[in-house]
């Protein structure tokens, strides 16, 4: 199952029968894209229920960082299930969980003692997060970034500012939530040091000046790399600053690396890439290769609540964490080390696009990590959304599945296994669409 195969129209019959049962009764909030009917998978390749095969560059939303079903993370997932599938962390000890803890606490970015809590999404870590920052600092405000996604729960949801959908109806989200626009080099169209600098002084000179107390704000909470915006790459001089802006003013600076953590941008951590030092991170996705798991890693001594100040029944579910030790000792084992070899080769091939496909406006990212961003031309970097949806269609229709990301980008995050031979297969399909929407 190393390459795509499609046998019938898409979708088959027995897609169609699903697809037709499931509008019926699930919740028509979800965005599914494709008419895929999953049935199964292995490595970088998902089969659907009528026996055609997709290259996967989705890893189901980044979280099969191992790939689908990895033999060992199975073996793992089903000796654990055996042995104990639940027993609760939030009352009970069980010796998996202070491994993982253990592992975590060795591999977050900065050094330096670490304590870690345990949920079951990325929301929930993101939650524990801010939940933690006002209780370490005694501070109640939080700065997030246009373009972010943080997750869907009230708190988190406050922080995304993503697409305004995700909050239309919801009514009033969490108050003293203050939003300052991210550092993004291809849309500023300044260099980079200067978009930097730009989006820095908006916090200092807008908000700390006109709005937002400094000495009230207990996080500035940043993707790293943003994710749900289009897979942005800020200059390096927006992290290090904003270290040097909660430094100056007693805030905390948490990494939601969520979707960039867990060796996908080729080392553990996007913070890495940066030489930044967060003291809370969000970490989730690829952290379990499927298995629903979270871990919000702060510095031990913020890190300083009562029993009963924060827990979660299923939180550090036994059988997750087996997959998640599984799924580390895979990444460690040489996973980190292909994502950074295969990034690497997709951007030596992606890097001459903007320049040969009046489409393409920008490649951007980091490791299996990449974004590119679709415009109507070149000159204008007008965002073209419809033909980023063409683009995908026409290559789900090859075989390649792809989530977009933002408004305009496709956003290419598949398993940390891929080969090179998925890699090219994905970039030659990539290529013939962008061929067919240049000549339309
Ligand atoms: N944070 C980031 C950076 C994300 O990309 C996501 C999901 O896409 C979340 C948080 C929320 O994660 P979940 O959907 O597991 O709640």
Not at 417 to 429: L, P
Request: glycine residues 10%; contains cysteine; aromatic residues 8%.
């Amino acid at each position: 199952m190393e390459l795509p195969r499609i046998i019938t129209e898409l979708p088959g019959p027995r897609a169609r029968a699903v697809i037709e049962r499931d509008s019926q009764v699930v919740s028509p909030s979800y965005t599914r894209r494709y008419p895929l009917v999953a049935r199964k998978g292995q490595g970088a390749i998902i089969e659907d229920v009528d026996g055609n095969r997709f290259l996967d560059f989705t890893a189901g939303i980044a979280v099969v960082a191992t790939g689908h079903c990895h033999p060992r993370v199975v073996d793992a997932i089903q000796r654990q299930a055996a042995r104990l599938i639940h027993m609760s962390g939030t009352d009970f000890y069980y010796e998996e969980m202070a491994d993982l803890a253990e592992k975590l606490a060795a591999i977050a970015p900065g050094g330096g003692a670490r304590r870690v809590y345990f949920g079951n999404s990325g929301t929930e870590a993101v939650e524990a997060a801010m939940k933690l920052a006002r209780h370490a600092t005694g501070r109640e405000k939080f700065i997030a970034f246009y373009g972010a996604f943080h997750g869907r729960t009230m708190g988190s949801l406050s922080l995304t500012a993503s697409r305004q959908i995700q909050k239309k109806g919801f009514g009033t989200l969490l108050g003293g939530v203050y939003h300052a626009p991210f550092a993004n080099p291809y849309r500023s169209g300044k260099a980079p040091a200067e978009c930097a600098a730009e989006a820095l002084n908006y916090i200092e000179d807008t908000l700390f000046r006109m709005v937002l107390p400094p000495h009230e704000v207990a996080a500035i909470v940043v993707e790293p790399i943003q994710g749900e915006s289009g897979y942005v790459v800020p200059p390096p001089e927006f992290l290090s600053g904003l270290r040097e802006i909660v430094d100056r003013n007693g805030i905390l600076l948490i990494a939601d690396e969520v979707q960039s953590g867990m060796g996908r941008t080729g080392r553990w951590w996007a913070c890495e890439h940066f030489d930044l030092a967060p003291d809370i991170i969000t970490v989730a996705k690829g952290i379990s290769s499927g298995m629903p798991l979270s871990a919000t890693i702060a510095r031990a001594e913020i890190m300083q609540w009562a029993p009963g100040a924060h827990a979660s029944t299923f939180g550090g579910n036994p059988v997750s964490i087996a997959a998640a030790l599984e799924t580390i000792a895979l990444l460690e084992g040489g996973m980190i080390a292909n994502a950074a070899r295969m990034g690497r080769h997709l951007m030596d091939r992606f890097r001459s696009w903007p320049e040969r496909y009046p489409h393409v406006g920008d490649v951007r990212g980091i490791g299996l990590m990449i974004g590119i961003e679709i415009v109507k031309d070149q000159k204008s970097r007008e965002r073209a959304p419809e033909l980023r949806e063409q683009i995908g269609d026409l290559a789900f229709e090859r075989g390649l599945v792809l989530l977009g990301a933002g408004p305009n980008s496709l956003r290419l995050s598949p398993p940390l296994c891929i080969t090179e031979e998925q890699a090219d297969f994905a970039a030659d399909t990539l290529e013939e669409c962008l061929r067919i929407t240049s000549r339309t």
